[in-house]
Every structure is written in structure tokens, then in C-alpha cells.
T-cell receptor, first 117, second 111 residues
């Protein structure tokens, strides 16, 4: 069965600090996708990144970077030089297939990040 | 243009009532979803439709009935609302196994 674990429930950092959000997943599929979503206090869910299981290359987008390590089943997310606008709940998610062969997305429980000015 | 829209944004109602939430996507995606987010922020899939066909039906009370009139719309009807149904309901869409794009959410409060 698929599972996504975000062990950090809440993290507080001071503005300009770097912060890493951890995500560990479990799946039996060899082909799967991993995602990160951001949910700011306004409540909407914002897509950040999608990664397929065959692409272990790390990705950087501005102050955001993602480290995908298949050997440890982890897909961690780092924010460099954090800003107050980064304060949000961040969700890691796993997409693999259910018994009917359709995509099923399982979300982690989220990590609440608070960036203090 | 809004990619995934939901109406209403807020819904306050009495226990026992029946209510519907509507969702529309203009992304041309073939798969749509309903998720429930509880007060602890847990996001859980409820239903998924692919080209108007129900493909995922998680353990959800049968008071909840989804309906997809076409692949751009997925509505959620809830009968006999209970206090525990209070949550934020998110609609989402995706193309095949692509990224899911979420609507703004419907905040349901049952009194």
C-alpha cells in the first residue's frame, strides 16, 4: 500500500534561514510520481513540482530545490533564504496506480512552515 | 481564466439538509477528483472520475454521491448532512497521470 510520511508537523525559522522539509514514501510500483504542493493561509492548493520515478536529477527553481533519493525513498524540499511569504503548509504526495490501474494520489499529513520576520 | 472552479466557496447549513457542490475545469483534462480536508489539514481522496466514469470510490458514506455530466464537470451531492461533514472540499483535475490542479475549495460548515 502506498504511504507518504512527513515527520515534521511544524517548523519555525527566522527569515533568510534555509529550511528543508522531509518526505519519505512507500510504494510497490516501479513507476510513480512525486509532488509537492503549497497551501498558504488563504487555503488554496498550489502545485510546485512533479517528479517521475525514473528521474533522480535534483531540481532547482529559484529559491526552491528538491532532492529525490530513490535509495532512501525520499523526496525532500529545501527553501533557501526563506521569506515570510513562504509561510504555509506544504504537502508531499505520491501518485501510483490502484488495483484498477488508475492513478491514485496519496498525500502526506503536511508540514506547517512558519517564517518569522 | 480560472482553471478549476468550485461553487459555492462557503456553505453553512443545518444538520439533516441536502446540499450540492459544483466543480468545473476548463483545462481539457480527462480525470477529476474530490478530496476532503479536515480540520487537521489531512487531505483524503473521496472520488475520482475518468471521462465521466467512476474509477476511485474510497470508503465514503453513501450519503455522498458524485455526478459527472461531462468530463469538464464533477458535482458532489451530500444527503442528510452531519456535523462531521464539516470540512473543506477540494475538486481537482489532471490529464492521465499528470499533475493535479486544484480548485479553491468549498468550506462546508454544518451546524
Amino acid at each position: 500500500a502506498q504511504k507518504v510520511t512527513q515527520a515534521q508537523t511544524e517548523i519555525s525559522v527566522v527569515e533568510k534561514e534555509d529550511v528543508t522539509l522531509d518526505c519519505v514514501y512507500e510504494t510497490r510500483d516501479t513507476t510513480y510520481y512525486l509532488f509537492w504542493y503549497k497551501q498558504p493561509p488563504s487555503g488554496e492548493l498550489v502545485f510546485l513540482i512533479r517528479r517521475n520515478s525514473f528521474d533522480e536529477q535534483n531540481e532547482i527553481s529559484g529559491r526552491y530545490s528538491w532532492n529525490f533519493q530513490k535509495s532512501t525513498s525520499s523526496f525532500n524540499f529545501t527553501i533557501t533564504a526563506s521569506q515570510v511569504v513562504d509561510s504555509a503548509v506544504y504537502f508531499c504526495a505520491l501518485s501510483d496506480t490502484n488495483s484498477g490501474g488508475y492513478q491514485k494520489v496519496t498525500f502526506g499529513t503536511g508540514t506547517k512552515l512558519q517564517v518569522i520576520p | 481564466d480560472t482553471a478549476v472552479s468550485q461553487t459555492p466557496k462557503y456553505l453553512v447549513t443545518q444538520m439533516g439538509n441536502d446540499k450540492s457542490i459544483k466543480c468545473e475545469q476548463n483545462l481539457g483534462h480527462d480525470t477529476m477528483y474530490w478530496y476532503k480536508q479536515d480540520s487537521k489539514k489531512f487531505l483524503k481522496i473521496m472520488f475520482s472520475y475518468n471521462n465521466k466514469e467512476l474509477i476511485i470510490n474510497e470508503t465514503v458514506p453513501n450519503r455522498f454521491s458524485p455526478k459527472s455530466p461531462d468530463k469538464a464537470h464533477l458535482n458532489l451531492h451530500i444527503n442528510s448532512l452531519e456535523l462531521g461533514d464539516s470540512a473543506v472540499y477540494f475538486c481537482a483535475s489532471s490529464q492521465d497521470r499528470g499533475s493535479q490542479y486544484f480548485g479553491p475549495g468549498t468550506r462546508l460548515l454544518v451546524l
